[in-house]
């Protein structure tokens, strides 16, 4: 199995930055795309960020300019830079990879237990 954990999540003012984080662990035999999702209270659960094995990331157009996501082969983690941040940006944040198991003929969608953001002053 797959495991997903999340850090960064917090409180911050309109226009902060905040920095989320999630390692990936267990028995991995290779992880694909990587990503960022987010839902709002009374809104579905949309997109944010993504990024290939490659490194070749893409956003929603809520976020561009404003937040980077990059990730970390390494350690198997992945990171999203938040910056000018705004009050909409307020959401639970998830995070997402795409792995293949050892021993498994597939690869599967993997996500962490979520992380609050607030965007307020």
């Known amino acids: 199995q797959v495991q997903l954990v999340e850090s960064g999540g917090g409180l911050v003012q309109p226009g902060g930055s905040l920095r989320l984080s999630c390692a990936a662990s267990?028995?991995?035999?290779?992880?694909?795309?990587m990503g960022w999702y987010r839902q709002a209270p009374g809104k579905q659960r949309e997109l944010v960020a993504r990024?290939?094995?490659?490194?070749?990331?893409n956003y929603a157009d809520s976020v561009k300019g404003r937040f980077t996501i990059s990730r970390d082969n390494a350690k198997n983690t992945v990171l999203l830079q938040m910056n000018s941040l705004k009050p909409e940006d307020t959401a639970v944040y998830f995070c997402?990879?795409?792995?293949?198991?050892?021993?498994?003929?597939?690869?599967?969608?993997?996500w962490g237990q979520g992380t609050q953001v607030i965007v307020s002053s």
């Open positions: 997402n990879c795409n792995a293949k198991e050892r021993g498994s003929f597939y690869r599967r969608d993997y």
């Open positions: 267990g028995s991995i035999l290779s992880i694909n795309a």
């Open positions: 990024i290939t094995g490659g490194g070749v990331p």
